[in-house]
């Protein structure tokens, strides 16, 4: 098995602390009291938002290559940091992905991303096909 791409972010005090990237070129906040993000900052839900959709609209675009079929796509991806009611006084993260390609067909755009599922290394995490491996120092 090969590694394709690595990165490292560090953490110190959770998510009201500081994350940076190994290579100090990029830091995370958080929003303020009101919700708002100061200008140029972004946090760890914005990141995953345009990971998933820009990996998962990738796979799309190779199935709809592979099938021949041409279109503009755009995806939106809405994430949600809320009250996991699974468990009690913890948060999950709720994904919601909107699609448009206008020149496919709803039976067209429903086939491809459910085979974008299978490919995007991002909405496999969905599916359990992440993996965490924890390393204590």
């Not at 602390?17 to 919700?35: H, M, R, W, Y």
């Not at 990996?55 to 755009?74: D, P, R």
């Not at 809320?82 to 206008?102: F, I, L, Q, S």
């Not at 709803?106 to 924890?134: C, H, R, V």
Request: net charge negative; glycine share 8%; hydrophobic share 35%.
């Amino acid at each position: 098995m090969s590694v394709h791409y690595e990165t490292q972010f560090t953490n110190v005090g959770g998510r009201v602390g500081e994350s940076v990237a190994i290579d100090n070129t990029f830091k995370l906040e958080q929003p303020n009291e009101d919700g708002k993000m100061n200008p140029g900052s972004t946090n760890p839900e914005q990141l995953f938002a345009a990971a998933l959709a820009s990996c998962y609209n990738g796979a799309f675009l190779y199935h709809m290559e592979e099938a021949g079929k041409e279109s503009e796509v755009k995806f939106i991806v809405t994430v949600y940091l809320e009250d996991d009611p699974n468990y009690e006084g913890t948060m999950r993260v709720r994904c919601e992905c909107k699609v448009n390609a206008p020149q496919l067909t709803k039976e067209e755009i429903k086939d491809f991303l459910e085979k974008a599922q299978t490919t995007s290394p991002y909405t496999k995490m969905f599916k359990g096909g992440a993996i965490l491996e924890n390393v204590i120092e």
